[in-house]
């Protein structure tokens, strides 16, 4: 049996030191991090290959394949990622509030580091670092679980970082890898109660799905996207064709991808043809309702699945609807509360949109591709979370704390 207790003692003793480490040694740990990856790019690429060939012997799909695949220039990027990271403000030691008592006690309400932070994940190696990078710049140390597709890219990354974090002074323990991909051991990984503070899945509904029923341990839900637009009969019909282009086609494979279209029936006619035309050109494949259908005689007909199915591929459902209500009934009926969004140049359409949404980012005119903690001025993210306790949305820096509350008196007693 693998031996995850000690893997979680070795992280627990290894957050100890990070909880009283400085900025600046954490920062020094990140370059040196970001130096070493640069350095053994070779090294990287001949376990991503290694990765790759398993993967499509194993019949992965193309667009899986696509986010497993690493080059040079995509190594550099994660690495310059690493150095962004290590220019952010430090979150650790923020007062949040502070306010003095009439006794006199001064209470200050302090950002400090969660503590050891747990992912389980699926094949994509960017998030080995990002994950461990963020974990690191917050004060946590990390225990990192991936997929069995990206494993030998992982445990190289893995071993570089650490390498390299000690180098920097810092516990090499501060990163760890689970060097077991069986589903038995991810199980036990979400009952590891008393050295993870909390588990973040990142990955496909399913895998989310049985981390949030399986897990004892503080769960953080993200990734799982079903994303919806809605093309109001006030929309401006062009700018909804470049929203749902870009929202479908740019990277289906990622969880802020859109995965159903809905269109005013006022508009479907003239709509869903033009979007078809523009989708056509990246094979795109269209699964409606039966309007959708009448329309575009070559969609397929879509079945109640589809509806609540996260493809990460390049297939979209289309579904005409009679009007806004039924527009937000569907969303609240099959979103998973990642990111929705529609397109109308009604005020009054917008603003009832967005105040009955209930989802983590709500858009209006604009992609849902834009979900994303650099593009919201994070600087970075370990993942989308799609629930409402302890965070909600991109989580950058901030939402890899807790609170602590220092209290300073001099003297006082209770009364």
Known sequence: MYDLISLGKAARQASARLRTSNTDARNRALCAIAAA?????????????????????????????????????????????????SRLADPIGVVDEGTTRPNGLQILK????????????EARPNVTVDAAV???????????????????????????????????????????????????????????????DVLIPRGSARLIRSVVENASVPVIETGAGNCHMYVDRAADLKMAVDIIDNGKTQRPSVCNSLETVLVHQEVAAAFLPMMK????????????CER???????????????????????????????????????IAAYSTGHSDGIVTNDLAASR???????????????????????EFGLGAEIGISTQKLHTRGPMGLRDLTSIKYIVTGNGQIRP
């Not at 376990?47 to 799909?61: M, S």
């Not at 523009?278 to 795109?284: E, F, G, K, N, S």
Request: aromatic share 4%.
């Open 37 to 85: 990856l640069r350095e053994h790019i070779p090294e990287i690429l001949e376990a991503n290959r290694l990765d790759l060939a398993n993967a499509k012997a194993a019949g992965i799909r193309s667009v899986m394949i696509d986010r497993l695949t690493l080059n040079p220039d995509r190594i550099r990027g994660i690495a310059d990622a690493a150095e962004d990271v």
């Open 110 to 121: 302090t950002r400090v580091p969660i503590g050891v932070v747990a992912m389980i994940f």
């Open 134 to 196: 963020l974990c690191l710049k917050s004060g946590n140390a990390c225990i990192l679980r991936g997929g069995k597709e990206a494993f030998a890219t992982n445990r190289v990354l893995v071993r570089l970082m650490r390498g390299a974090v000690e180098q920097a002074g810092l516990p090499a323990d501060s990163i760890g890898l689970v060097e077991d991909t069986s589903h038995e051991t991810a199980e036990r990984l979400m009952r590891l109660n008393g050295y993870i």
């Open 277 to 288: 035309a523009r989708l056509d050109l990246h094979q795109v494949e269209l699964r409606g």
């Open 292 to 330: 959708t259908c009448a329309i575009l005689h070559s969609a397929t007909p879509a079945t109640e699945e589809d509806w609540a199915t996260e493809y990460n591929d390049f297939i979209l459902a289309v579904k005409v609807v009679d009007s806004l209500d039924e527009a937000v009934a569907h």
């Open 352 to 374: 009832q949109f967005t105040a009955q949404v209930d989802s983590a980012a709500v858009y209006v005119n604009a992609s849902t591709r834009f979900t994303d903690g650099g």
